[in-house]
């Protein structure tokens, strides 16, 4: 696979993610994503988000014939010893409800410390990206952006737990910040940057 990848399947039905995959990729690049085949996602059996994006991008590229990149990608909160990470998504409930996902993180923030408003609760955010051409695995690496979890939703920008995240050395949360600045320092693209040389 060292020639240029020109035609690229999105193994997303997420449509935030699908966007910003899209922005982050080369113009000249044909993109079709999981909705224009119809497909539904498979279900997500690994233990990290390497090997549940490998699961996504493997799935897609052999209903396809298509070679595919694929994200995985979830909010770890040490203070919650990691949770929701892999299950990110899955703290949302079957139809995805980020605003009832946010409402559960700060359900389990409260059970484990009344006063965590109070502090700065530290996460981060995680990016896995796999290309798959078939069952070969063209290439898997991580991305990942340290910050702060909020007291209050914040921000109509982003979505799913972006409202509640503030990067590092930032004052505003990934749903306030404008999402052309979101798209140069977020875990999507620091994983993208590892992948850049395919396109």
């Known amino acids: ?4 990848i020109n035609k690229l399947l999105i193994g997303t039905n997420n449509k935030g993610k699908l966007k910003e995959i899209r922005a982050l990729l080369p113009k000249k690049i044909k993109i079709l994503s999981t909705s224009n085949f119809n497909l539904k996602s498979p279900k997500e059996t690994g233990k990290t988000f390497l090997e549940n994006s490998f699961i996504k991008s493997r799935y897609f590229s052999k209903r396809t014939g298509l070679v595919c990149l694929a994200d995985d990608s979830g909010l770890e909160i040490d203070l919650l010893n990691g949770s929701p990470g892999i299950y990110s998504a899955r703290w949302g409930g079957k139809k995805g409800d980020f605003k009832k996902a946010i409402k559960k993180v700060f359900k389990e923030l409260d059970k484990k410390n009344k006063n965590w408003k109070k502090s700065k609760v530290k996460g981060r955010f995680i990016c896995a990206l ?4 078939l069952n070969k695995k063209i290439a898997g690496v991580v991305g990942k952006v340290e910050g702060t979890i909020s007291s209050t939703p914040k921000g109509k920008n982003g979505f799913g737990y972006d409202p509640i995240f503030i990067p590092k050395n930032k004052k505003k949360t990934f749903g306030e910040i404008n999402p052309s600045l979101k798209y140069k320092i977020d875990h999507r693209y620091k994983a993208f940057k590892k992948v850049r040389k395919f396109f």
């Not at 696979?1 to 240029?4: A, V, W």
């Not at 796999?130 to 051409?133: A, K, L, W």
């Open 1 to 4: 696979m060292l020639k240029k």
């Open 130 to 133: 796999t290309i798959s051409f």
